[in-house]
């Protein structure tokens, strides 16, 4: 693997308050390939640095105003990734040893040696080099888990729509089977994310609800076909059979860890306000409300569908009905939050009516 490191030119900054010093390191320098800046001060240097992008820097240690040594972290600050180098003197090297703690690479005894200036400077460009690579491998190992971990996301993602697509699927054929039943998880399931939103439900919950209505009879097809099909009164055994569905459909789903709130509302949409619903006589706000709302739901699409005991009510008529199951069979929030759904639904229906 190759990461380059975008550089540039290579341009050094020669800090002297000696003229002649300053003109004889920039005369060999620029003979080296370097563009080369000057200055005569500290101030003078910090304005450089930000106006110019500046790869190395010589930096004298003794000068007057700002020294050298303050400097250095102001340097360090306006460009971590300098390749900084101190010339002083024979007599300072515990100040060059200060500024090397403060992040400078090298320093270099006056008066300088150009040929050792000419090796140090280019081992300093080199380490200076090595860590921009560095630093963008990081950058590009940080870059490709990010890119990993969403991918693996998005995989998932995807995995978990297919599986609830597929159980989708299979609600579709079970109730295809039967005339009586086609369509009615998709209208619990649309009906009880209105409710959820008039409950003022988050997006997230609602979602969860939508799918928990789509999904929370799955478990007749646990239920054997004869009862499931069974014209008249189911006999005390055969009601106890068809309440398993619940428990199968709540079983069927618990390998899909991504559907913990949609198992509950499964498992606990024929729970009732009072406590005596099942599998689990659970008692008001102890029913998750996913399931109080699709539990009072599906009882409102069983009054407005025909069914072969009875005629269809209006839906208007159904919210009425309810209202004597309210703070026993229902949770009164719930019915509310229905009868207000209801009212929209129609209105939308009125609606679309009059525009034909
Ligand atoms: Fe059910």
Redesign the pocket.
């Known amino acids: 693997m190759c990461v380059p490191v975008t550089d540039g030119p290579v341009t050094l900054l020669v800090v002297d308050d000696e003229e002649s010093i300053r003109n004889s390191l920039r005369k060999f320098l620029v003979q080296q390939g370097y563009e080369v800046a000057t200055a005569a001060g500290g101030e003078e240097a910090l304005t450089i640095l930000q106006r110019q992008r500046i790869t190395g820097m010589l930096l004298d240690v003794n000068m007057p105003g700002i020294s050298g040594v303050e400097l250095v972290p102001r340097i360090m600050e306006l460009e971590p990734t300098i390749a900084l180098l101190m010339l002083t003197a024979v007599n300072d090297a515990t100040s060059a040893a200060l500024c090397m703690q403060r992040g400078a690479l090298d320093y270099l005894l006056k008066p300088i040696d150009l040929g050792h200036l000419g090796r140090a400077i280019h081992h300093a460009l080199q380490r200076r080099h090595t860590f921009l690579e560095g630093q963008q491998i990081n950058q590009w190992l940080k870059d490709e888990v990010a890119a990993r971990v969403a991918e693996r996301r998005l995989e998932q993602a995807n995995q978990e729509r297919i599986s609830v697509a597929t159980l989708e699927a299979l609600v579709n054929a079970l109730e295809a089977k039967d005339p009586y039943l086609r369509g009615h998880s998709a209208r619990v399931a649309d009906l009880s994310a209105m409710v959820a939103a008039q409950l003022g439900s988050p997006d997230e919950q609602i979602e969860a609800v939508r799918t928990g209505g789509r999904l ?2 799955i478990g007749k097809i646990g239920i054997r076909e004869e009862i499931l099909n069974k014209q008249g009164p189911l006999t005390p055994a055969e009601y106890e059979h068809v309440k398993q ?2 428990t199968v459909g709540s079983q069927i789903l618990a390998p899909l860890v991504h559907l913990k709130d949609v198992i509950g509302f499964v498992r606990s ?2 729970e009732r306000w009072d406590g005596t619903g099942y599998p689990d006589r659970l008692a008001g706000e102890a029913i998750p409300l996913g399931a109080r709302i699709i539990g009072a739901v ?1 009882i409102y699409d069983a009054l407005t569908t025909a069914r072969p005991y009875q005629e269809r009510m209006t839906p208007e008529a159904a919210v009425e009905r309810m209202r004597e199951l309210s703070g026993t069979v229902i949770d009164p929030a719930v019915h509310h939050a229905l009868q207000a759904s209801v009212a929209q639904k129609q209105a939308l229906v009125f609606l679309d009516d009059a525009r034909v």
């Open positions: 929370h009879d569905h619940v949409h024929h599906e």
